[in-house]
């Protein structure tokens, strides 16, 4: 049987006939028209794959969610009008060459032969042309030093070096452009390529191997965290070792990244080791013993930089590795989110962010993000069984991870978990903890009686939904109508995460794929925009909370909120210098004797000069001890760096010594005193980094380095075979009492003998607390 079609009979024409489609009898002249295929599709509907409308000047989507509509030629239409413009160019010099004399005359002669036989060779064929949605920039030939640099330095939607080749690639991972190692690597390559030549791909590739993002990388994710013996996860410290750890964590971070609830905690702490003191054994969750170590470990930590604490360097890892044995075990990790494991997993990604593992940090705060979300933490809550003091608790801890993750994303580069247009959740309640505690009414009250407390604060926070400020956004004039303090814990958490909100729209608008296909007036209408919104924080901020300056003569006691104000002045000047940093690269334009446009400019300098004002903190002589004791401790290394880079872009893009190149190094000479002052790891890569990038710099314009200014910190890290936690290994850990100074010796190699007591330990009569 066959399915054949009959064919024409003998005599007939065999010319095909055309049919026309079928219409259906439903179907309008007008949807036909709509179904029409254009010619062309806009950036944002080639980008989701949905069909343009190709409407002119916006298209149907476009005009709908607000964005813009840009329609980008085809390749081959790019090339012939770079191609008609080359012709007229050529038949200018042609008409002008009889102007010309002698070498000139020549040189003409010589571009006009070279023009013409690339015209040739370069011109498109059907059979050779690319896919017009190919990125030209890869095939292009005979760029400028500017337009490579750009390239290979600042573009935003690529990424020029092997992330997989070495360990250290690895460790250090994808840094994006808002990142100031990227910063650093800018300097580094400007330096190392000849700006007069265009670089050829063997030059372009040379020159990226030496300016990997890894060998500017001042964090420490290449360093292992692993400690080589048993840790028992239910080992505790003695009770006074404990309670100094506790104090200190809800003294330097608490109010910061008020995670946990301190009246609730601080009472379960008290009645646990109350427990243990009379020798019983008190029976606790894992995850809570787990929370219990991680505060132990970050405030080890904290002891540790300000020279307080005289164990082991490295104490810190026994509290975290505790935590994770108890918090991310197998069975853990599979069980469905609870609130003890959003917020064990939070201060986590704290630790390790303050001790510079940033890698691991950006990774373990997206877990505590997304398991957030899994309890819908990022909307409002009105659930009428939540009790009120629960809804604060979230709110807190929600805000608390957003801070923490708009931080780590401002220092990696890299994308964030949280879409700021699905969150809902009100903005902190400007009161302390005690005044909630006891009146919840009140903080019910104050939430209807604001009326943008029922709107999310990121509904303006988005860049392509505008940049209104958040200064109105809850709360602004409840507290004074309600005879609430104006200044108090809540408040200044408020802060802060109003400022990070702000941050996550200068991220957003300024640093992602998406802002190559912008135009230059829409980027300078965001950046105007965000600026107006950081001024409207700044003119909201509490007297109080204003920003910290140093005052020489001026006792630190008597300045009120001292800690407060530095921590919102680095975060802010931080955030400013975010928003103004795209502009820096007019001081270039400006260099080479182009006219850079006003605002660029005007931009630029005021980046400058915020990275001025962050040096103007700190005091003249280098006491680090002051600055970690009131300022962001866990990240005050990055903002003097992100400080001390865009001073060195400022210097790299001179071409001569001026007086403003002399003030420029002043304060880049200030930070790296400051940075070789600091007896942490961090500070030590850190410097190794600022002294390499600052000698380039400073030797190309025939600046002095000064002689105190050592090419190695006189801080020397000890490595992890050096280094030696005393350690029990069964239940309990030897710490040492408060005060004693001990070198640990190297443990034994047959570890299963028990308790590991020092030899000369009688010797030096120390005490040694154990369970």
Known sequence: MSFNAPGPAPGQNHRKVAIPRLQRPSQSKSAAAERRRVSRACTACRSHKIKCSGDTPQCKHCG?????????????????????????????????????????????????????????????????????????????????????????????????????????????????????????????LSELVDAEIPPDRATLSKATTKGQVSSVSYYLDHESIELNFHVDPYGLPAIEVAEKLFSVYMDKVQDSFPILNRRVFEAQFTKYFNLVSSNSVPRANSKWHAVLNMIFAIGAKYLHLVQSWEGDRRDHLIYRARACALAFDQASVEQHPDLLQIQVTGLLAFYYLSIGQLSRAWTVVGIAIRYAIALGLHVRNDDRNTSYPTREILINVWWSLYYLERQIVVMTGRPGAVVDVCCSVPLPAPLSEQQTAGNFQLVDDMRRSSATAISSPFSQSHPFLGARSLSNAGFEEASPRFNVPEVNPGSFFKAVAQLSTITQSIVMSLYTPGTRARSPNDLQQDIHQLGQRLDGWLAKLPKDFTLQRYHSGLNPSQIPFLRERTLLTFQYYSTKILLTRPCLGSLRESGQ???????????ADICVETAKAVVDVLPDQAHPLSLYQSGPWWTIVHNLMQALAVLLLALSYASEVTQDTVGLASPCVKIIRWLHSMDDPLAVQAYKVAVRCFSLVADRLGLQRPDEMPLENQFAVPSTEQAYEMQIMHPGALTLAPGVTYRYPRMPDDPSSGIYIPPDAQTYGQTLFYN
């Open 64 to 188: 709908t969610t607000g964005r813009e509509c840009v329609y980008i030629l085809p390749r081959k239409d790019r090339l012939k009008t770079v191609s008609e413009r080359c012709m007229q160019m050529a038949g200018l010099l042609k008409n002008m060459r009889h102007l010309a004399q002698g070498e000139d005359h020549a040189r003409i002669g010589e571009l006009l032969e070279a023009t013409e036989g690339d015209m040739v060779e370069s011109h498109p064929t059907p059979t050779t042309m690319s896919n017009p949605d190919t990125n030209d920039d890869e095939s292009m030939t005979g760029r400028t030093f500017e337009q490579w640099q750009k390239l290979t330095t600042e573009s935003l939607d690529l990424l020029d070096e092997n992330l997989h080749g070495s360990d250290q690639s690895r460790a250090t991972g994808f840094v994006g452009q808002n990142s100031d190692v990227q910063w650093f690597r800018s300097i580094l």
């Open 593 to 603: 004797h182009a006219e850079p446009a006003e605002f660029a400019q005007q931009m």
